[in-house]
């Protein structure tokens, strides 16, 4: 298939620019007339073109998601109609990527598609969970209840990442600067000590030495040093998007001291929290946990939802499967057990998840309080070696003149 740039007016009378890919220019013209679109000029792109077609907008985050939900309540319970409020919608939101979107699915909705249906071919800014949900208020006529969930949900999402980075900002600070501190360290003092005490004919401490090695390699072959490092940066990158890497990292995250308690906490709210919103829906269980088992990140989480909506799809309950995992606290399916005797599941899954987004917080200032003196060990190794190479020298020259 080919790329065709094309100048055209939009379905407001706007001049609008893009491209098409399609078998020729005249499948081209058709896909253009069908996005309603009256063209003024169409070309076949050729390599530069479409090198500069880039979208280099910015995806919009859980936060931005969630306030376009609660809009959208507050228009739909005024009495504004969907396509008037998709319009309005589109003319708020900051986010560039965001707006067209919402013009886009404003575009489908005119021509008969569902809001979930056209949302659906965004799956790139509108998460699953989120169609999944409009889909199930459309059908039962709730939707304004739907987006409601929705935003309240992505609005947890969006404290728990703010609150996940927030307390990332120190360590990652931290070394950052312990780093530059020891590359200005190895390549301007260090250098500058040695050749000193080769002048003065004083032999060094073999601290030194090594320390100077290591300055010698980083000033003479930083240019094969610098592109290995980046090298084995970006191979753990992707090896942990592989289908191996992600069970590596997945049982590290699990098997690790100081990430294990986060790391089972914050699936157990997710989850919690993830179905509530999906059956108070309306959407059905079996596809309610499929949905959760593509939200969770770890994969052993993943394995566990899927192997549960198997047990689920042949009648049974699914605090059972949970509990056979062996990878969830006992409170989860404790509690989804009481919930299912007693018929209220999804109030038993909002009090555990209230209760599992207290731990998690609870977890990431505990990960903080245990990563505060690791951080300074590690920076007292690095730092106090760098001034024990700098020092032992003079140590030893003192010391040979006190022998005199």
């Known amino acids: 298939m080919a790329a065709f740039s094309y100048v055209a007016v939009n379905g407001e009378g706007k001049e609008v620019k893009g491209s098409i890919e399609a078998d020729n220019l005249e499948n081209a013209r058709q896909e253009a007339k069908r996005k309603g679109l009256t063209l003024i000029s169409i070309k076949q792109a050729g390599a530069l073109s479409k090198d500069l077609n880039i979208d280099m907008s910015k995806k ?20 504004v109609t969907m396509l008037e409020c998709l319009k309005m919608l589109s003319e708020q939101t900051e ?26 071919n965004h799956l790139n800014i ?17 939707l304004d209840v739907a987006l409601e969930r929705v935003s309240s949900q ?10 996940v980075k927030k307390a990332m900002i120190y360590p ?27 002048d003065l004919g004083t032999d060094l401490p073999a601290i030194t030495k090594a ?38 990292f997945g049982k590290i995250a699990l ?58 799809t042949i009648g049974m309950p699914l605090s059972r499967p949970l509990e056979e995992c062996g990878l969830f606290p006992p409170m989860v399916y404790h509690m989804i057990r009481i919930g299912e005797e007693a018929g209220n599941t999804e109030e038993m899954l909002d009090k555990l998840a209230d209760y599992y987004d207290e731990e998690v917080e609870m977890a990431v200032q505990s990960l903080m309080a245990a990563m505060e003196p690791m951080i300074i060990v590690v920076l007292a190794i690095v730092v106090g070696g760098l001034v024990a190479a700098c020092m032992a020298p003079m140590l030893s020259m003192y010391q040979a003149l006190d022998n005199l």
């Open 60 to 79: 919009p985050s859980n936060r931005d998601l969630s306030v376009m939900c609660r809009q959208f309540v507050s228009m739909q319970r005024a009495g």
């Open 95 to 120: 986010n560039v990527k965001l707006r067209n979107t919402l013009n886009q699915v404003r575009i489908d909705v005119e021509r008969g598609d569902s809001l979930a249906g056209a949302m659906s």
């Open 126 to 142: 509108f998460p699953e969970i989120m169609i999944n949900m409009v889909n199930a208020g459309e059908a039962s006529g709730n």
């Open 154 to 163: 992505l609005e947890r999402s969006a404290k728990t990442q703010a609150m």
């Open 172 to 198: 990652i600070a931290v070394c950052v600067v312990a780093l530059i501190v020891s590359v200005v360290m190895l390549v301007v003092v260090i250098p500058s000590y040695s050749a000193m005490f080769q």
């Open 211 to 248: 320390y100077v090695a290591m300055s010698d390699a980083l000033i003479h072959y930083w240019f094969i040093i610098v592109p290995v490092v980046i090298g084995i940066v970006v191979g753990i990158i992707s090896f942990s998007k592989t289908t191996t890497g992600k069970y590596f």
């Open 255 to 312: 098997k690790l001291p100081v990430l294990n308690n986060l790391t089972i906490k914050s699936a157990s709210s997710l989850t919690a929290r993830t179905l509530s919103t999906l059956l108070g829906s309306g959407v059905p269980l079996i596809e309610a946990v499929d949905i959760v088992s593509g939200v969770v990140g770890n994969v052993y989480f993943k394995d566990a939802l899927k192997a549960a909506k198997d047990e689920i």
